[in-house]
Nanobody, 118 residues
Framework: QVQLVESGGGLVQAGGSLRLSCAAS????????MGWYRQAPGKQRELVTV???????YYDNSVKGRFTISRDNAKNTVYLQMNSLKPEDTAVYYC????????????WGQGTQVTVSS
């Protein structure tokens, strides 16, 4: 019963920045964890970052120090600020929700394309 809509993707040069948004249909306070995944051409989908309802965060080592996940409960929106982008960050980025805290991401957005040129 969770609908997620991503936005903010686009084409940027290496070293540039983008901010992705994930708007949820309901209060994200009721969702145990929100995450961002990405899938590059020819590669498996991978977990990029997670934020829990309590504010704890996780980052994959490949993005640590460059990406920041944040949450605006009033707007029911999760953000992914991406700085110092690299060509290897090129992928379709997906917002996902784990509503019950079981480690199962049952709800997914449609994805937004991020392309980083060299």
């Amino acid at each position: 019963q969770v609908q997620l809509v991503e936005s903010g993707g686009g084409l940027v040069q290496a070293g540039g920045s983008l901010r992705l948004s994930c708007a949820a249909s309901g209060s994200i306070f009721s969702i145990s964890a929100m995450g961002w995944y990405r899938q590059a051409p020819g590669k498996q989908r991978e977990l990029v970052t997670v934020i829990t309802s309590g504010g704890s965060t996780y980052y994959d080592n490949s993005v640590k120090g460059r990406f920041t996940i944040s949450r605006d409960n009033a707007k029911n929106t999760v953000y992914l600020q991406m700085n110092s982008l690299k060509p290897e960050d090129t992928a379709v980025y997906y917002c996902a929700a784990d509503p019950r805290g079981l480690g199962l991401y049952d709800y997914w957005g449609q994805g937004t394309q991020v392309t980083v040129s060299s």
